[in-house]
């Protein structure tokens, strides 16, 4: 499973990636605002970070002017995957966009028939909103679910990038399912490697080490 970053923020994007965990970044235009800086100067050092996908959502609403959007970001920079909202001209524009070799993650989708169009428009994304749906009392895994299932039914090439991710659970689900991508908020991500045994082991063992007097780095090893 890859997993991407879900933030426009510069510096957790930095540490993240110096852990070689992070295949890829999204954003949305509320993570950017929350930053407080520029759009394309964000985008910038973001594309410079990450190596894999960068997600930069447009914000027209009409065909002509997504398109024009679509392609503006797309140029910016050689990783950009275009961000399209899932309406109709949204759709539209993911299939001029994609058939002009442009990746498209198509956004804010909560049921499995939004997520069969962004395949058939030619997506090479789909971000299904797990926590949104939770929150609104729906189950998101279920949806995560039938889109696998969808997509291996008829070979779609799209992937599952499941989205609005809450828990190190939603995570472990998602894999379970096969889901492509996880896009994790880097809370979500950090938490993943906690576990109170590990801490507990570790502080044994170095414990039990500082009774032996002993370093590593120290000792006469004849090399
Ligand atoms: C990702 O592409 C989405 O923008 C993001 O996961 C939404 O998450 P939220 O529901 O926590 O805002």
Known sequence: ????????????????????????????????AKTGRDFFEVLREICDIVDGP????????????????????????????????MTWDGLKTCRVLSQSGIQVNVTLCFSA??????????????SPFIGRLDDAGHDGMELISDIVAIYDNYDFDTEVL???????????????????VCTLPPGVLRSLIGHPLTDKG?????????????????????T
């Open 162 to 180: 499941v989205a609005s991710v809450r828990t190190a659970n939603h995570v472990k689900d998602a894999a379970k399912i096969g889901a492509d």
């Open 1 to 32: 499973m890859k997993f991407f970053v879900d933030t426009a923020d510069v510096d957790e994007i930095r540490d993240l990636a110096a852990t070689g965990m992070v295949d890829g970044a999204t954003t949305n235009p509320s993570l950017v």
């Open 202 to 222: 570790l502080a044994a063992f170095l414990a039990d080490w500082e009774k032996t007097g002993q370093s590593i780095l120290k000792a006469e090893d004849g």
């Open 54 to 85: 960068v997600s930069a959502e447009v914000t027209a609403t009409e065909h002509e002017a997504m398109t024009a959007e679509g392609r503006k970001l797309a140029a910016f920079a050689d990783n950009i995957a275009v961000k399209l909202p």
């Open 113 to 126: 028939n939004q997520a069969l169009l962004a395949a058939k428009a030619g997506a090479a994304f789909i």
